[in-house]
Structures are given as structure tokens and as C-alpha cells.
């Protein structure tokens, strides 16, 4: 195997998995946005119910 044949591998396979991290932390960042919705909307019922 060549040397540009090594780099165009190590290329590859470097972006494939930029891109499965990108998207990792995408659905993270969603889920993380969707409980802290759901907390601050539980924490406003409890307040509400408590005053």
C-alpha cells in the first residue's frame, strides 16, 4: 500500500467519524433541551401549586 493510499484511508476514516460525533452530540443537545423544558415546566406546576 502506497502512501496516498494510507492518507486517503486515514482521510476517510477520520471524517466518518467527525461526522458520527457531530451527530452524537446533536441528539444529546436535544435531549438535553427537552428535560431541562420539562423540569422548568415542573418546577413552575410545583411552584404554582405551593403559593
Request: proline content about 0%; charged content about 25%; hydrophobic content about 45%.
Amino acid at each position: 500500500m502506497g502512501i496516498t493510499e494510507a492518507l486517503f484511508l486515514s482521510a476517510v476514516t477520520g471524517v466518518a467519524s467527525s461526522i458520527a460525533t457531530v451527530i452524537a452530540l446533536k441528539v444529546d443537545i436535544k435531549w438535553m433541551r427537552e428535560i431541562l423544558k420539562d423540569h422548568g415546566e415542573r418546577i413552575n406546576k410545583l411552584e404554582t401549586n405551593t403559593q
